[in-house]
């Protein structure tokens, strides 16, 4: 048993996600509370937000406004079934999204359905897809192709097309799920500044598994335009239109799954604008909520949505649903969230920081083990050489050198992957740049 000592908490009962459980209750790190751009730990000290959460606290910590509409929301309408009832707020949230769906007002990603997370919300991205192309008797059409080094949650659907080895080994996949390449190529793309140049043709490998499946049993192909929890990979220049062409040549989906970069992450209020490049359907999560109460949505084309609304009018047209899908106090905090978003211009603010902080990241260039470094709007990956034989230490290392010294950093592998809180002042982008710095001189 962990002995209990002051401010911290017996940690034997909670086994934690993605986790080293054992090694992180021998040394544990503790979040007691937040405001603006800090937390503090449960021992006292503030710690710079660098990775805004989990890529979520897009507005900043302790936002009075979203706690104050949470309040009224719990005080007034807590909880009510969305299964054949409604409550008025979940309407008005679902209008408000419409209203500045991805793509803008011609792309017509005006139909929003909800669900409680980022898992969920790919999930039923799949699922649409799947009774989607059933609905316009291409029932045939039961492949989902993701992309190796795509992350798109937990789910059994999103394991399936997501491409990280570890969360896939020891789990069953969806029957017929296969991969597109991953377009990460350090020989040619490393320390680019922008987009990168090469690998727009990797796009091609859709018509690869087309020619190897047959278009007529692939669904829909899903694809982080920017992949995020994988390590910051950017999409080369073109690759996006290239695979949106490929899959409307051959009747298929493409679906973003906007989680991380949804609600202004890139300086465009989703990736969708960003690259000019419109999908059929967007999963968001995360920001619409400013990580505060777990919920997603689900931006769905008109067309696909209207060519499910058949049949009679009394068939419900989708099995499928969540018990928190449109939970009123969710849609409260994203209502607020909305409003904190547009009053702050926050969805577009990161395209003013954009160039200062791509040039305060290069300048970690040159520092020890320093192999790669990627930014786009206010996401940063900086890769490092790994240690041989222990790939993903030399990184670890330097989080919790960060951590200790009041800086939270995110590694995956050996990549260090920055999103601060998109109301990050420049001289906050300084002081990332200097503590992330010294600990990579330091880590060996
Ligand atoms: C692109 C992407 N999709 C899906 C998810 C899963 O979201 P959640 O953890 O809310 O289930 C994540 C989480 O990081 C993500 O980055």
């Known amino acids: ?23 992180f209750k021998a040394a544990p790190r503790l979040l007691a509370s937040a405001e603006g751009m800090h937390y503090t730990s449960n021992d006292g000290r503030r710690v710079l937000d660098g990775t805004a959460g989990l890529w979520c606290v897009n507005a900043g910590h302790g936002r009075k406004q979203i706690a104050q509409a949470v309040e009224r929301q719990l005080s007034s309408l807590d909880y009510a079934p969305s299964f054949q009832m409604g409550h008025p ?12 769906a991805p793509g803008g007002a011609d792309a017509k990603l005006d139909r929003v359905f909800f669900t409680g997370s980022g898992s969920e919300s790919v999930d039923t991205a799949l699922k649409i897809a799947l009774a989607y192309q059933r609905a316009i008797g291409q029932g045939t059409r039961y492949r989902l192709i ?18 990280l ?31 990168p140049e090469h690998g727009a043709d990797l796009a091609d490998d859709l018509e690869r598994l087309v020619a190897l499946h047959g278009a007529e049993t692939i669904a829909a192909v899903i694809v982080e335009p920017v992949a995020g929890s994988t390590g910051v990979l950017l999409p080369p220049k073109g690759y996006l239109q290239r695979l949106r062409d490929i899959a409307t040549r051959h009747g298929i989906l493409l679906i973003f ?9 890139l300086g465009a209020p989703f990736a969708t604008d960003y690259f000019g490049v419109t999908p059929d359907i967007v999963t968001t999560a995360k920001g619409l909520t400013n990580g505060t109460i777990p919920m997603g949505a689900v931006f769905v084309k008109r067309d696909v949505h209207d060519a499910l609304m058949t049949g009679p009018e009394s068939a419900i047209e989708l099995f499928h649903g969540y018990t928190y899908s449109g939970h009123p106090v969710a ?6 969230t909305l409003d904190i978003y547009k009053s702050e211009g926050l969805l577009t603010r990161a395209a ?37 034989d222990a790939a993903g230490g030399r990184a670890y290392d ?34 990332i740049v200097e503590t992330l710095g010294e600990a990579l001189k330091r880590a060996a």
């Open 1 to 23: 048993m962990t002995a209990a000592r002051s401010n911290m908490p017996v940690l034997d009962s909670l086994w934690m996600p993605f986790t080293a459980n054992r090694q």
């Open 89 to 100: 707020i979940a309407f008005d949230f679902a209008e408000r999204l419409a209203s500045m």
């Open 146 to 163: 993701g992309r190796e080094r795509g992350y798109h949650g937990v789910g059994f659907g999103g394991i399936s097309v997501g491409g």
């Open 165 to 195: 080895v570890n969360n896939r080994r020891m789990f069953p996949q969806l029957p017929g799920s296969d991969h597109l390449r991953h377009t990460h190529d350090l020989a040619k793309n490393a320390f680019s500044q922008g987009l």
């Open 257 to 265: 799954d906007e989680v991380i970069t949804g609600f202004g992450r």
């Open 331 to 336: 849609c409260a905090a994203g209502l607020a």
């Open 352 to 388: 003013g920081l954009a160039d200062l902080w791509r040039d305060a990241i290069h300048g970690l260039r040159g520092l020890p083990n320093v192999i790669d470094i990627r930014t786009i709007g206010l996401v940063a990956g900086i890769e490092l050489e790994s240690r041989p």
């Open 398 to 431: 330097v989080f919790v050198d960060c951590y200790n010294k009041g800086l939270l950093i995110r590694v995956t592998g050996d990549i260090i992957a920055l999103s601060p809180p998109l109301i990050i002042e420049p001289e906050q982008i300084g002081e």
